[in-house]
């Protein structure tokens, strides 16, 4: 398998990561799975976790997504995110402080449709935090 | 005539609006080189997006697909989304937009449509608020501030996904000036629901938002997972918010276009004032000194 894949990570606000990668590991909606160069093509959803980018055999970068679409063909894999965020020097710390912001500011919610925005955020943020205190593979 | 001291006080005025308004030129200048860095920014999630899209509607079935791609089979009820600014001085910006909006309604009513109108921008709510009152179903403020955000289109298109799935109304149009030049703005319309083919092939903004087999799509057949109506129906809400979030960026660099010209008129017609003003200024002091010494001279006379 001498060929890379170009994997594009896009969310809205800019274009997070674009380059050849040796394998990917996306969290798709029935499963995780592994795309390589010459993957059958396909468009999956994904659900909240993390992305690995996998470089000579080992986990070279990871990142979190909250849910997006994949789009898989045999020379590339774009991943399109709402919201994605590097992990490399987020802490399990980090983390915490944000989900206690949230849960602050539920508590102060002016209305429901404020606290429906928020506590998707918290979910999102506790999802994040499993992603963050999981070891990499 | 004015006295002296009244024509120093108004060219002292005059300049120093002169000076806020080429400030607020200059900042328009950089807020619109920021609008279009941000515009560039997210376009290559919005081709994706498309490109997705077009894989999804060439091999989805017409009867299956979602209300959202094929409408509700009914025209009765049309919503527009009126994108103005949040700011003024900006010329004719929000006016323009209004005007096209105003016109439209007369329009669909004269047709026997009902129309509900969704304001975004305070301009625009003082604008058509009044007129249009009881149409006017949301009305969004000081969303772009301090520029377009992707959580402030999902607000947007939350209300308006939430009003399409009660049924209350069938089609959606959003209203935009559209950057065309930094001199010229065009107000927009653009539908977002049901998807429409764009009429002019040059419109590179939305091309295959309406799923043609593009060349891309009719090579590869894709498995999709899950299933493609669910694919279809989760992907639709997200196209609607990076639509949203683009007709806002547009309007926001037009704004900023708008309003660098309109300031860089306002100062130059300040500038001319400041002339004309210094004009008159130096005749009325040359008058006054003349008349002066013809009074000592005749003065003189008389002795």
């Given amino acids: 398998m001498a060929d890379k894949l170009a994997f594009d990570l896009v969310s ?26 010459g993957h059958a093509p396909m468009i999956s959803q994904i659900r909240q976790g993390a992305i690995c980018v996998f470089e000579g055999g080992a986990v070279a970068q990871r990142l979190y997504v909250d849910g997006g679409f994949a789009e898989v063909t045999p020379e590339r894999c774009t991943v399109i995110a709402e919201m ?26 002016p209305n429901d449709e404020v606290r429906a925005a928020l506590e998707l955020s918290l979910a999102s943020a506790e999802a994040k935090r499993a992603v963050v205190a999981a070891p990499p593979y | 005539m004015a006295s002296l001291k009244e024509l120093k006080a108004r060219i002292a005025s005059v300049k120093s609006t002169q000076r806020i308004t080429s400030a607020m030129k200059m900042v328009a200048a950089a807020k619109l080189r920021r609008a279009q860095e ?10 994706r997006m498309e490109r997705m899209l077009g894989s999804l509607a060439a091999g989805a079935p017409v009867e299956g697909a979602p209300p959202m791609m094929v409408g509700t089979g009914k025209e009765d009820v049309h919503l527009f989304v009126v994108v103005t600014s949040d700011r003024g001085l900006c010329g004719g910006f929000n006016g323009a937009i209004a005007r096209t909006v105003r016109h439209d309604i007369e329009r669909m009513r004269g047709e026997g449509k009902t129309v509900k109108l969704m304001i975004v921008g305070r301009k625009g709510v003082g604008l058509l608020r009044r007129e249009f009152a009881k149409i006017t179903v949301g009305v969004f403020e000081e969303l772009s501030k301090p520029a377009p955000s992707f959580d402030g289109a999902a607000t947007v298109a939350t209300k308006i996904t939430t009003m399409f799935e009660d049924g209350e109304f069938d089609i ?53 997972e899950p299933e493609e109506e669910k694919i279809l129906a989760a992907l639709l809400p ?14 926001f660099a037009s704004e900023q276009g ?12 300040a500038g001319d004032m400041i002339s004309q003003l210094s004009i008159t200024y130096n005749r009325s002091r040359q008058a006054q000194i003349t008349k002066e010494l013809i009074e000592i001279i005749s003065g003189a006379e008389a002795l």
């Avoid at chain 2, 515009?39 to 290559?44: V, Y």
């Avoid at chain 2, 040059?202 to 043609?212: I, L």
């Avoid at chain 2, 997200?238 to 309007?251: F, H, K, P, V």
């Fill in chain 2, 238 to 251: 997200r196209n609607l918010r990076i639509q949203i979030l683009r007709a806002l960026q547009e309007s």
């Fill in chain 2, 38 to 47: 941000m515009a560039e920014a997210s376009r290559p999630y919005a081709e």
């Fill in chain 2, 172 to 224: 959606c149009t959003v209203y935009y000036n559209k950057f065309v030049s930094v001199l010229t703005q065009e107000p927009t319309p653009l539908q977002l629901i049901p998807f429409s083919a764009p009429d002019a092939p040059e419109d590179e903004d939305e091309d295959r938002a309406a799923g043609a087999a593009g060349p891309t799509t009719a090579a590869a057949v894709y498995d999709f």
């Fill in chain 1, 12 to 37: 809205p606000e800019r274009l997070l990561l674009s380059e050849k990668v040796e394998m990917v590991v996306l969290p798709g909606e029935e499963g995780d799975l592994g795309v390589m160069a």
């Fill in chain 2, 258 to 269: 708008a309003r660098m010209t309109a300031m860089d008129n306002a100062t130059r017609n």
């Fill in chain 1, 84 to 109: 994605a965020v590097p992990l490399e020097d987020v802490t399990v710390a980090d983390v915490d402080r944000e989900i206690s912001d949230l849960r602050d500011d539920i508590s102060i919610a």
